[in-house]
């Protein structure tokens, strides 16, 4: 725990010293051009500013917290050397090292692929529910309730698993039923890509990043609930 404060209060002084350097690099800019062109409106530029700063905190620190959730609970999760790599509003990137999960092939074990996709979906999940004003004094459980995997490549290096959350149609579908019915199901997808080249037909034109060839596809039914109470 201290260890996490520690980055929380090394991460907030970062910032505010990011803050002040920003104020001065926009005063700077306004009284140099302030004769050739009109100024910002007082305080949008440093609010925008402040609220991109604290946005990316806050994603970063949430990260920090799926991977210590991960750590702590997850105990296979945990042997397989599970870590995250990238959070936003709508996606989730999981890692996992290819020497912990390998096969007699040498390539990533199936069970591997299919475990860091579903962390993945649930953890994004997980996080979003967190995230619902609508449901914060709600007594929630949040459990995977089936899923599908299409192996297409073997998998030569580390599991990097992406889970991308639905349109805005169905994620109020799913908050509705959960307040309404006390139980959502809600269906996330997910790829697991190769470190290099492109998807067969493809096409790389100079200056554009490839495409890198996917090694599994998978969709997790995440499920919501309001337990029932046990009758004594």
């Known amino acids: 725990m201290s260890r ?3 980055k929380q209060q090394n991460m907030l002084l970062v910032a505010g010293g990011t803050i002040c350097t920003c104020a001065l690099l926009i005063a700077c800019a306004s009284r140099i051009g302030r004769s050739k062109r009109k100024p910002y409106p007082k305080g949008k530029t440093s609010s925008t500013t402040l609220q991109a700063l604290q946005r990316a905190i806050d994603i970063e620190l949430k990260a920090e917290e799926i991977e210590e959730h991960i750590n702590r609970t997850q105990i ?4 397989m050397g599970v870590k995250v790599v990238g ?3 709508n996606s989730l990137s999981l890692v996992a090292p290819l020497a912990k999960n390998s096969n007699v ?3 990533a ?3 591997s692929l299919y475990s860091v996709g579903t962390l993945a979906s649930y ?3 997980k996080s979003w529910v967190e995230s619902q004003v609508e449901l914060a004094d709600m007594e929630l459980h949040l459990v995977a309730k089936s899923g599908k995997v299409d192996y297409r490549r073997p998998v030569k290096g580390d599991i990097l698993a992406t889970s991308i959350l639905p349109d805005e149609n169905e994620m109020e579908e799913f908050r509705t039923a959960i307040v309404t019915k006390g139980k959502g199901l809600l269906w996330i997808g997910g790829e697991i890509k190769l470190e290099d080249g492109i998807e067969k037909g493809g096409v790389v034109r100079d200056g554009e990043e490839k495409e890198r060839k996917l090694g599994c596809c998978y969709m997790i039914e995440m499920c919501c609930y309001v337990p029932r109470r ?3």
Do not use: I, K, N, Q
């Not at 296979?76 to 042997?79: G, I, K, L, Q, T």
């Open 4 to 6: 996490v404060r520690s």
């Open 123 to 125: 953890y994004l999940c």
């Open 87 to 89: 959070l936003t509003d």
């Open 230 to 232: 046990r009758e004594d």
């Open 76 to 79: 296979p999760a945990r042997a």
């Open 109 to 111: 074990f199936a069970g």
């Open 105 to 107: 092939h040498g390539t």
